[in-house]
């Protein structure tokens, strides 16, 4: 009988691979090598999604979708006029409270002015807790602030996105609102105040923003010599509008009162306001001639008080020496 002659398993690394050997999976767990078209296609398919992605992230950037982090002084505060003349402590230390305790929860918006420098446009409380929190602490996480990055076609644009976050958030004054109308169009973000006024609280009533106008008039014509302005209440600026546009040479005696007085207080400079609607004279001590140009003197029980805007810094050097070499 003839023997049989034993058959080895084919080697795989030398048996060739042809379409008539390949099933779905392949022969013995062997894939066929991609064509080179199939290369091409994932290539080009693979390199159109990361565009996609680098330009739909260009576009959430350019659009304020998108926070970015800066450090706190790349961001110029005085990009615009700011619409708050003043912030209570009060409210600055619960801020800085809260963002110590819990970090920074909404992000401040600015403008882009040039390689790693943004315009602020809104967020000014925030920013000043965290340049609080960050001098205090000199901790890290304080460095820097979130942005959401904006785009506005112009200044008008940016003053509106400003009013409009601290319509929502704060509680501005009739005189604050009269500032920044007045500030912007003077910028010429607008063709005058009235304009101003108009375009950033178009969303309020007409009966505030008739208001606004008012309060303007007090601005124009007292900016200068209000040293708690803010803290006019709405009746009383009201009233002070229309004397301001009606009577002949209150605006002047109004003015040359509330620089000799250099009021220390909302109320001493709400009462001479008053005193002045009322026809009333200024304090005492006011009506007296300046001893210097821009100061009074005030003669009591072993004290004298200098007032008035010429006291400053200066003024208190010279008295010091003159007093030295007396």
Same mark, same amino acid.
């Given at each position: 009988?003839?023997? =049989?002659?034993?058959?080895?398993?084919?080697?795989?690394?030398?048996?060739?691979?042809?379409?008539?050997? &390949?099933?779905?999976?392949?022969?013995?767990?062997?894939?066929?090598?991609?064509?080179?078209?199939?290369? &091409?296609?994932?290539?080009?398919?693979?390199?159109?999604?990361?565009?996609?992605?680098?330009?739909? &992230?260009?576009?959430? =950037?350019?659009?304020?979708?998108?926070?970015? +982090?800066?450090?706190?002084?790349?961001?110029?505060?005085? /990009?615009?006029?700011?619409?708050?003349?003043?912030?209570?402590?009060?409210?600055?230390?619960?801020?800085?409270?809260?963002?110590?305790?819990?970090?920074?929860?909404?992000?401040?918006?600015?403008?882009?002015?040039?390689?790693?420098?943004?315009?602020?446009?809104?967020?000014?409380?925030?920013?000043?807790?965290?340049?609080?929190? =960050?001098?205090?602490?000199?901790?890290?996480?304080?460095?820097?602030?979130?942005?959401?990055?904006?785009?506005?076609?112009?200044?008008?644009?940016? /003053?509106? !996105?400003?009013?409009?976050?601290?319509?929502?958030?704060?509680?501005?004054?009739? /005189?604050?609102?009269?500032?920044?109308?007045?500030?912007?169009?003077?910028?010429? $973000?607008?063709?005058?105040? +009235?304009?101003?006024?108009?375009?950033?609280?178009?969303?309020?009533?007409?009966?505030? +923003?008739?208001?606004?106008?008012?309060?303007?008039?007090?601005?124009?014509?007292?900016?200068?010599?209000?040293?708690?302005?803010?803290?006019?209440?709405?009746?009383?600026?009201?009233? *002070?509008?229309?004397?301001?546009?009606?009577?002949?040479?209150?605006?002047?005696?109004?003015?040359?009162?509330?620089?000799?007085? !250099?009021?220390?207080?909302? $109320?001493?400079?709400?009462?001479?306001?008053? $005193?002045? *609607?009322?026809?009333? =004279?200024?304090?005492?001590?006011?009506?007296?001639?300046?001893? !210097?140009?821009?100061?009074?003197?005030?003669?009591?029980?072993?004290?004298?008080?200098?007032?008035?805007?010429?006291?400053?810094? $200066?003024?208190?050097?010279?008295? +010091? !020496?003159?007093?030295?070499?007396?």
């Amino acid at each position: 009988m003839a023997k =049989r002659k034993r058959l080895s398993p084919p080697d795989p690394a030398q048996t060739p691979v042809t379409g008539s050997h &390949m099933g779905a999976g392949g022969m013995m767990g062997m894939r066929r090598p991609p064509a080179p078209i199939a290369d &091409m296609a994932g290539a080009a398919s693979a390199t159109a999604a990361l565009e996609d992605l680098a330009q739909e &992230m260009q576009d959430a =950037r350019a659009q304020g979708r998108m926070i970015i +982090r800066v450090l706190l002084d790349q961001v110029a505060e005085d /990009y615009l006029v700011r619409d708050r003349t003043a912030m209570d402590a009060g409210e600055l230390q619960a801020l800085v409270t809260s963002l110590e305790a819990r970090g920074q929860q909404a992000p401040i918006e600015v403008v882009l002015l040039g390689p790693d420098r943004y315009g602020l446009i809104s967020g000014w409380r925030r920013l000043t807790a965290l340049k609080q929190l =960050r001098d205090s602490t000199g901790e890290d996480r304080f460095a820097r602030v979130a942005c959401l990055l904006r785009t506005p076609e112009a200044a008008a644009g940016a /003053y509106v !996105a400003m009013v409009e976050e601290n319509e929502i958030r704060a509680d501005l004054s009739f /005189y604050e609102r009269a500032h920044i109308a007045a500030r912007a169009a003077e910028q010429g $973000a607008f063709d005058n105040a +009235r304009d101003a006024v108009k375009a950033l609280f178009a969303a309020v009533s007409p009966s505030k +923003r008739s208001k606004i106008h008012s309060f303007g008039v007090v601005f124009a014509h007292l900016d200068d010599v209000l040293r708690f302005a803010r803290d006019i209440p709405e009746h009383l600026g009201l009233r *002070l509008a229309k004397a301001l546009e009606t009577e002949d040479g209150f605006a002047a005696r109004l003015s040359a009162d509330l620089r000799r007085s !250099a009021a220390q207080s909302a $109320a001493e400079e709400r009462q001479l306001l008053e $005193a002045a *609607l009322s026809g009333g =004279r200024a304090p005492a001590e006011a009506a007296q001639p300046p001893v !210097a140009p821009g100061v009074w003197l005030k003669a009591g029980k072993g004290r004298l008080t200098l007032s008035g805007a010429g006291v400053d810094a $200066a003024l208190q050097e010279d008295l +010091r !020496a003159w007093l030295a070499a007396r």
